[in-house]
């Protein structure tokens, strides 16, 4: 795979998120393939969306526990961990 492939590839996936809430789980997984297939790492932006169900979180219910912020995924319910920074 070429260098330019990759930077090509980080753009897409930068344009992806910039307006992630309307995207489909079927979009989010074909990015993640994307991400993977250039071993780009995804960081911060895999909090934008579900891990079990793939969809975008658009109106997420987020709790804040123990200096860790939950997000429930209002399609299938999945719990998703973070650590806050401090
Ligand atoms: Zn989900």
Same mark, same amino acid.
């Given at each position: 795979m070429s260098k330019k492939?990759?930077?090509?590839?980080e753009h897409k996936i930068e344009e992806f998120f910039a307006d992630i809430k309307g995207k489909?789980?079927?979009?989010?997984?074909?990015i993640k393939k994307l991400a993977m297939s250039y071993n780009i790492k995804l960081k911060e932006?895999?909090?934008a969306f579900c891990k079990k169900c793939l969809t975008?979180?658009?109106i997420?219910?987020?709790?804040?526990?123990?200096?860790?912020?939950? /997000? /429930?995924?209002?399609?299938?319910?999945?719990?998703s961990r973070?650590?806050?920074?401090?």
């Open positions: 492939g990759k930077k090509e590839a489909t789980p079927k979009e989010v997984r074909k932006k895999r909090k975008p979180f658009i997420p219910k987020i709790r804040i526990k123990k200096g860790m912020k939950i /997000i /429930i995924c209002d399609k299938c319910g999945a719990v973070w650590r806050m920074k401090d």
